[in-house]
Every structure is written in C-alpha cells, then in structure tokens.
C-alpha cells in the first residue's frame, strides 16, 4: 500500500484545468485552433514553451498533496483563484469573441498568462516532494514562470499575426 500515498499528488490539481481545456478547446476563437495558434511559431518559442510545459505538468506528480499548513491553505485559495481567473478569460473570449476585450492583446493572451496565479497556488499547495527535492516551491514557481513566459510570448506572436500587427 505504500504507492497509495503517491496517488495525492498535486498531479490532481491540473485535472480541472485539462477537462476545462478538452470540454471546450473548440469552442475557442478560430485564432486559437491548433493550425492557426501553431503556425509561424519559431523553434525557439515552440521548444522553450513545450519542454517548460512538460515540467510544469510533470513535476505536481512527485508534489505532496496537502493543506495542513498555513502556506498551503494560502497556495490552495491563491490556486482556486487562479482557477477562477483563468476559466473567465476563456468565457469572455468564448461568449464574446468580437468585443474589445477578446481582441486586445491582453484580452487574447489572458489565457496564457493568468496560467501563473494556479501554478503559484499549487507551488505552495506541494511545497513538499515525496523525496528529498530541495526548495520544491521555488523550483516549481520558477519553472512556471519561465512557462508563462514562453507561452504568452507565443499567444502574443499568434495576436500579432492574426491582426496584422508589426513589432516597429
């Protein structure tokens, strides 16, 4: 029964936030759509942005899943805000693709850059590794920083070519 201690990990947290992607990806502004949103992205951005995300998908799995302690609690109501936050910045876009709002540049990356709020909550949420894995905080939010980074930069770059925009 010792691999049933594994099994809360904060892995589980991300489960809301892949349904919420799958459930209504499609339902998204065409800019978003695997042609479009991938399309004239350089390698540098793609690989930085898809080697960051493995880690910050992968690295909640070896994360202690607990709420025991104050930093934790903290963690968990920064994630559901996160959460929140970032769920609505897809509605707003779903619901009204033609307003203001979904066509700035915040408005569009929004979904990539309010990432960051969740990976801090669950940054403190699994401040603990199942083995020892110094600063597991620290670790986890840098990583996600640098995602958040790469990806923005990449929902960026698919704003500035959906609307014919030049960085002069």
């Known amino acids: 029964?010792?691999?049933?201690?594994?099994?809360?990990?904060?892995?589980?947290?991300?489960i809301p936030i892949f349904l919420w992607n799958l459930i209504l990806v499609d339902k998204l502004p065409k800019s978003y759509s695997p042609e479009?949103?991938?399309?004239?992205?350089?390698?540098?951005?793609?690989y930085g942005e898809n080697i960051l995300r493995v880690l910050v998908f992968g690295l909640p799995l070896i994360m202690v899943l607990s709420f025991k302690t104050k930093v934790q609690k903290i963690g968990?109501?920064?994630y559901s805000i996160g959460v929140l936050i970032y769920f609505s910045s897809w509605l707003i876009l779903i619901i009204s693709p033609n307003s203001n709002w979904s066509q700035s540049l915040i408005g569009f990356t929004a979904p990539a850059f309010t990432t960051i709020i969740f990976f801090i909550g669950i940054g403190f949420i699994g401040n603990k590794a199942f083995f020892k894995f110094p600063k597991t905080t620290y670790v986890y939010i840098g990583t996600s920083l640098l995602f958040v980074v790469f990806h923005t930069i990449h929902a960026y770059l698919v704003f500035?070519?959906?609307?014919?925009l030049s960085i002069n």
């Open 1 to 14: 029964m010792i691999a049933k201690k594994y099994v809360l990990n904060c892995f589980l947290l991300l």
């Open 160 to 164: 500035q070519n959906e609307y014919n």
């Open 76 to 78: 968990f109501l920064t």
């Open 36 to 46: 479009i949103f991938w399309k004239d992205i350089p390698v540098i951005v793609r």
